[in-house]
């Protein structure tokens, strides 16, 4: 039996394309002979499809692709998720279903059981669990078909989960596993996903095709990687990365084992490329084409700009340079330079007449008041409105170059480089950031060194540097980390070794600043814990500030 | 038997506030001889506590608020929703329970069973559902305790839930039901809970308590109205709208029954009740006291000027008039008029010198080009500066005036007209928003009306009015409302008489509008489908535009 293994790039309500891609690799699969082509979880709506769901004019729609996919299932069967309804009135009106067609028609739907709702995941938002479990016969073989979290809730501490749904199906004796995802990336989760793959052959010792999608949807990014896995617990082949992929296997091979195509991962090139696909599909998946940011001469929006360049072509990028009195040459001269190295138009636009103006019309109301974080405010802002005004004219996108460390402080202005369409480097600490330049940098010089080793600063008042407000950023991150990433409490911090006065004022600038963060363009996500949909913090909480 | 319910304002993770708030309750209701006292679900944490809840630091401390409310257990019972620990290690971590308090120690936990994850709700994403059902003894009664969704079950077409805990506890006949709720405000659903505790009623034939939350967490506004509901189905009592209120009950006075205590809900009155609640709380809750608007001469503007004037007093709400070259004399006339009627300081900034500083710097860039929506935003986003301009220098916080039919299209500009730190008027439509205007204008003419009157204009062009660009409020608000709150799709809409074009170029705006709206502050909900936290939609979708 030959099985043929479909990473796509879905796009989420994009019945149409969704089923023509997933034609074209039916076509493709059987002229490689295979028996069964598998796509992805919810391959038909994209994913997460979201409130979509709700409507029933949305799920109409899938189920009319789903009878298409079903038609072209001749003379092979098509493995595909989609949602379908729930015949019973009591519970959610919708499964998260693993179809499977052949002979032309919908033979089979066994649905997903295991339904994440933490972080990004919202599943039990819409979807019922699967409370029966059957294997799919098919070709003289016992089919398991699981979706995505199913095959999770083994080899962990604290199981989220009271069942297994691979402990029901294996009283079947399945032949083999498909396990159909759409499990996003992050940059230690292509890790994670074979060492719990691992543990699933160690348990149930079955030959696994496990297919994920690839390509980004918004601020959730697939990485692909899709994965074949033997009774050895060898990994028979793993799929590239951030790239569509459409391969065939001989079951017997698989069951044989003794392949081991295991690669390298690097945390920096996985980030570097998953930013590229990140940016690539918000514009292509909206039909957009252009993008504009405003370069200062700091590694933040020098790393945006090199990101930007790659992911959509010199042509499509355009940068302004916008000094205020407090710029230091270098700062323009780094800029310039950075936009020379690109290839990318850029412009120079002082903001001097528009913060005199400013300052004109304010004056009657700020007497005796003195030079504050407003003034630095009004710098800022009018920089994302000179963007903002370009992009209007021009229709290119706005990408924000927040980093990390700064969005989770609130180091930042509301409307000023806060602004933008998509938040590129919001999942970055700055440390991270400098890494990925030198990254950038390991061929030739693309971003200027000076760039990378000068201090950070804001430059909106006479010789500011961020250190001035801020701790260093090797020791803010570490605290970041330990607090976003692995929820560590004040007590716990301090048993680490972090200062008590720091921990308590850090934790309070993150907290205080929620009302900051909600204001903000999508967060790509490249760490288990980004800033956006999947951290849902109050706003006018006491905890901690 | 006689049993007091606490309807309360709690503040999320404000621990020592919460159970400062609680222990006063529970002297007043041992002064008034009571056996009982009941407070709301979650009422040691605050509702919702969100990501909160993933901090074992934040846990530890709602612990410890239990253990010192069950030392003040003494000579009465407390009973107080708080997270529980799960001691089983699969599943997730918490339970959301009911706690029986007494002898100065915990007596029983009863966990929440129906947890909801819809709209706002995330309540799986946290917690375990529970499993076991046991009524609480106490002082020779059997008392049944739920949790909010617990009762919520019963009465519906389309039940969400494969079980009901009521079910499970009347095999036990207990003597009465506590329900410890969280219940957010919208303005239908004050009917809908006494519709589905009279569903209880017909089901069980047992005495409820149904004990609610009051007041605003951020977007989410919690009513009160708690209601105390006999076995004849008659309403005994319920509790004051918007206001804490702690009430104590015989028994036998409820078990007879006979008494009819229902109260007249007026949709208006609720919403202006809420909203100022939704101000109050969100400027009391942060510390804060002042608020910034600027007042166009609208109707919008003026409503939310009306509304912030009463919940913060006319000396803490400051309003800028900020004409340009395109406003009209009256504009301005009733926007003064207004703020003199609210007796609200008010300052005049025209807004030419900014716009003429854009002019020039962009001058070089745009040339060629012909004014359009470009310079509409940059008239908005020079409003939005100063406004922010204010705030950072005085400390008032940014209303914003945008109302859900513009915020639904997209008819508003990011960073100027869509900035501010709460929406308060983000969740009416324009219709609705001028039936507001006519009910505070009911007993005296506050807001000028010329403003109800004339037709609504952004005036960021010259003669512009909404109609241009927009269908007729009333048709598009109709329409809105069905594909929002109804969830109909094309289809649907266009069977309900919608013209189709129009349905199509509709659902269109508000689909593409979607990276708008997920930039803009929390918007108080006060209908069932509020924009923001309860309505996720994704922003690459290619589903209906």
Known sequence: MKITIAQLNYHIGN????????????????????????FGELAVTGYPPRDFLEFDDFIRSSEEVVEKLA????????????????????????FNSAYFLA????????????????????????FEPASTFNVVHYKGKKIALTVCEDI????????????????????????FVLNLSASPFNFSHANNRIHVLKANIEL?????????????????????????????????????????????YELNDVVKGGLNREQEKDKMTLIHNALITGIKDYFGKLGLKKAILGLSGGIDSAVVAVLAQRALGAENVRVLLMPSQFSSDHSVNDARQLAQNLNVQYDIINIQEAYSAYEN???PHFAATTFDVTEENIQARIRGMLLMAMSNKFGNIVLNTS???????????LYGDMAGGLSVIGDVYKTEVFELARFMNKDAEVIPVNTITKPPSAELRPDQVDADSLPPYDVLDGLLYQYIEKRQGPKELVEMG???????????????????????????????????????MPIVGKYLN
């Open 15 to 38: 019945f149409e394309g969704n089923l023509k891609k997933m034609l074209a690799a039916t076509a493709k699969a059987k002229e490689q002979g295979s028996d069964i082509v598998v």
């Open 361 to 363: 019309m304010l004056k």
């Open 152 to 175: 999770w809730n083994v080899g962990n501490e604290n199981p989220l989960y009271t069942i297994c749904p691979l402990d029901e199906l294996k009283e079947q004796n399945p032949d």
């Open 403 to 413: 980093n990390k460390s700064e969005s989770a402080v609130g180091y930042g202005t």
């Open 204 to 248: 149930y010792g079955k030959p696994m095709f496990y297919v994920n999608h690839v390509g980004a949807q918004t601020e959730i990014i697939f990485d692909g990687g899709s994965i074949v896995i033997s009774p050895d617990g060898k990994v028979h082949d793993e799929l590239p990365y951030f790239e569509e992929c459409i391969r065939s």
């Open 498 to 536: 972090f200062d008590e006065k720091l921990v308590r004022r850090v934790l309070k600038m993150v907290n205080r600043n929620e009302f900051k963060r909600v204001q903000v363009a999508p967060v790509l996500r490249v760490s288990a814990k980004a800033f956006g949909m999947g951290r849902r």
């Open 103 to 126: 002979d032309g028609k919908i033979v089979q739907k066994e649905h997903k059981a295991l339904l994440p709702t933490y972080d990004i995941f919202d599943e039990y938002r819409y």
């Open 71 to 94: 038609k072209a299932a001749v003379g092979i069967a098509i493995v595909v998720g989609a949602p379908s309804r729930n015949p019973v009135i009591e519970g959610k009106d919708l």
